[in-house]
T-cell receptor, first 111, second 113 residues
Framework: GQQVMQIPQYQHVQEGEDFTTYCNSS?????IQWYKQRPGGHPVFLIQ?????EVKKQKRLTFQFGEAKKNSSLHITATQTTDVGTYFC???????????FGSGTRLQVQP | NAGVTQTPKFQVLKTGQSMTLQCAQD?????MSWYRQDPGMGLRLIHY???????DQGEVPNGYNVSRSTTEDFPLRLLSAAPSQTSVYFC????????????FGQGTRLTVV
């Protein structure tokens, strides 16, 4: 079945360092979304990418969708303690009207 | 707007007990889903619905039932709770017009002893 993998599973950085998480799908995706889940909270939508090779920015966050539409990345420049949480990528499930979520990357930021 | 309302927030069950997790949304979305979240495994789809009266199985449906009698409500039933069902459960409502975006409830932390 369709699989969406994320690496790394966990990353601990010093405040001010950069951070990147990578997402790889076993199938081509029509779109990919990114969500952030704060500790003890629920996932919250960040952004959707649709086009091959698309790059979108939200302040210090840069999102990329691969040319083959099977991979994506989220890069955070100069992390802050407010960036702490788990970041998930998600794409439409093959044959189902629902989303497949990646395993997530948990980010810890040391002040 | 309330968005997605999920109850209860916490629940402890004994093995073999049954219960219903409630989920309601006020955004008039057709698509709704139930996920469970376990450490290191992301969010796994249990059941989903594409409209009132229409439900289907996700990746991990065993031990769970759903129904969708109205657009607003999508309850999840645990038929006979097992320790393996200890998890955090999230209900999600999916907007597909324009940006596809999932709106999540606050989650239910379930412990089965």
């Amino acid at each position: 079945g369709q699989q969406v993998m994320q690496i790394p599973q966990y990353q601990h950085v010093q405040e001010g360092e950069d951070f990147t998480t990578y997402c790889n799908s076993s199938t081509t995706l029509s779109n990919i979304q990114w969500y952030k889940q704060r500790p003890g909270g629920h996932p919250v939508f960040l952004i959707q990418l649709v086009k091959s090779g698309e790059v979108k920015k939200q302040k210090r966050l840069t999102f990329q969708f691969g040319e083959a539409k099977k991979n994506s990345s989220l890069h955070i420049t100069a992390t802050q303690t407010t960036d702490v949480g788990t970041y998930f990528c998600a794409g439409p499930q093959t044959g189902r009207r629902a989303l497949t979520f990646g395993s997530g990357t948990r980010l810890q930021v040391q002040p | 707007n309330a968005g997605v309302t999920q109850t209860p927030k916490f629940q402890v069950l004994k093995t073999g007990q049954s219960m219903t997790l409630q989920c309601a949304q006020d955004m008039n979305h057709e698509y709704m889903s139930w996920y469970r979240q376990d450490p290191g495994m992301g969010l796994r789809l249990i059941h989903y619905s594409v409209g009132a009266g229409i439900t289907d199985q996700g990746e991990v449906p065993n031990g769970y039932n759903v129904s969708r009698s109205t657009t607003e409500d999508f309850p999840l039933r645990l038929l006979s709770a097992a320790p393996s069902q200890t998890s955090v459960y999230f209900c999600a409502s999916l907007r597909v017009a324009g940006n596809t975006e999932a709106f999540f409830g606050q989650g239910t932390r379930l412990t089965v002893v």
